[in-house]
């Protein structure tokens, strides 16, 4: 019998327990609601500075996009980061080099499904949005601009 790095016994489950197909489905939910919410919180924080949100939640066989806006005539890729306070990570630190490239690449596919979003060729900017939700009170908003 093999024992897990995280004291899970037994060949059904991983660290902590977990089985090994993935997380607790009730603590993915948990998670999911609360990265929908950051996005929300994102989206309303990206309008009262003035910009345009023109998609959200945009997928390609690549990946998705958080939120796609208008800064001017700039248009900018966001990379949405929701943590609840207190946690052990900051939400910009899970966003990395590569991460950023797949941002770049996911605007190039954006860009021709979408003719008003604008011609081919504008300047695009890919800013990072962290989220941090309170125990009480309002979510704390970080935004990062031009990053990668």
Partial sequence: MRIGAGGGEG???GPRGVPRGGADPARQSRNAAVGRYGERVAARYLVEAGMAVLDRNW???DGEIDIVARD???LVV???KTRRAGGFQHPLEAVGAVKAQRLRVL????LPAHPLGGPPGREVRIDLVA???????AARVEHIRGVG
Wanted: charged share 30%; glycine share 14%.
């Fill in 11 to 13: 060949r059904g489950s």
């Fill in 59 to 61: 997928r390609c066989r």
């Fill in 72 to 74: 001017g005539p700039t």
């Fill in 78 to 80: 966001c990379e949405v």
């Fill in 107 to 110: 605007a190039e596919r954006w």
């Fill in 131 to 137: 989220v941090i939700v309170a125990v009480r009170g």
